[in-house]
């Protein structure tokens, strides 16, 4: 049954936005009408996904739960209700099936949900959004994409694959801007 009873608030939109930057996938299953949203993360992320779920628990039949994933990995994981607005969202983030970049107009609580997901600080000079799983022209708008927030970027080849780097003069401008979205867990991240 889909839940079309109230709409998405501005701030559960832009963690779906950030979340689906990160590793968040979206999917129809098939004769359904809407979309629903995954969370899946290693139990090891335990406090990141249930801080995740309670920005999305109006949205969602039940809390997270812990689950056998591939090999020895434990994956701690939580999915959304059908809902139209998922649907738009998948609609402007999938193309035959393919996670895709759309024209976006990033905020705080996006690139630090994106961050959480998928930054990587590896020493003072080097931070990473690890953007491996898009195209590059996808890369390329997300960058654009980040220099309309003011923080310049360049793509870097990491092995075979392009990755998202942060020019060392943006970080403590990117760190500025998504501090305050940081959960405790993640804070090393920033260096904190």
């Known amino acids: 049954m889909d839940n079309t009873a109230g709409s998405l608030t501005q701030l559960q939109k832009s963690f779906v936005i950030g979340t689906l930057l990160g590793d ?14 995954e969370v899946n993360h290693s139990i090891t992320q335990k ?5 995740k779920y309670s920005i999305l628990k109006n949205l969602t039949r039940s809390g997270p739960k812990s689950r056998n994933g591939n090999g020895t990995r434990i994956a701690y994981r939580f ?20 996670k895709c970049i759309p024209n976006l107009k990033l905020d705080p609580l996006m690139v630090a949900v994106w961050f959480m997901d998928d930054g990587s600080r ?7 959004l690890n953007t491996q799983q898009f195209a ?29 780097r942060i020019k060392t003069s943006s970080i403590p401008k990117l760190f500025g801007i998504i501090k305050e979205f940081i959960i405790p867990s993640m804070r090393y991240k920033i260096g904190l």
């Open 24 to 37: 968040g996938y979206i999917r129809q299953a098939k004769g359904r009408k809407n979309a629903f949203l």
């Open 47 to 51: 406090e990141y996904v249930e801080w």
């Open 79 to 98: 999915f959304t209700r059908q809902h139209p607005e998922f649907t738009k969202i998948m609609d402007l983030f999938y193309k035959d099936r393919k």
């Open 122 to 128: 590896c020493n003072k000079e080097n931070v990473y």
């Open 136 to 164: 590059k022209e996808d890369q390329y708008k997300l960058l654009e994409s980040l220099k309309e927030i003011g923080l310049e970027g360049t793509l870097n080849k990491d092995k075979e694959y392009y990755r998202i």
